[in-house]
């Protein structure tokens, strides 16, 4: 996982895909996520990482299970709801 600018958040230190090879957050184009949203499915900080991505309006990579399209689709939903 990239360390944000401001340096690493607290529940990052739980995060599963500290684990793991990060390349499986960040699948190129036609490549699919699921491996990486299949690990999120598991990891106990998914909603922190998740508020965290969307917050910051993170345009790449699986985040909180999410991929960018999902995570847009979330935020839409939401505005709709709201
Ligand atoms: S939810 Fe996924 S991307 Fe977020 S910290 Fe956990 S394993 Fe990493």
């Known amino acids: 996982m990239p360390a944000p600018i401001d340096g690493p958040a607290d529940w990052e230190a739980d ?7 990060p390349e499986l957050w960040f699948p190129d184009k036609g490549e699919h996520s699921k491996t990486a949203a299949a690990l999120c499915a598991h990891c106990p900080v ?11 309006d993170e345009r790449y990579g699986v985040w909180g299970g999410l991929t960018t ?14």
């Open 15 to 21: 995060a599963i895909c500290r684990e793991v090879d």
């Open 69 to 82: 399209r999902q995570r847009d689709r979330l935020v839409a939903e939401r505005r709709r709801t709201a």
């Open 46 to 56: 998914d909603g922190e990482c998740l508020d965290a991505a969307l917050a910051r």
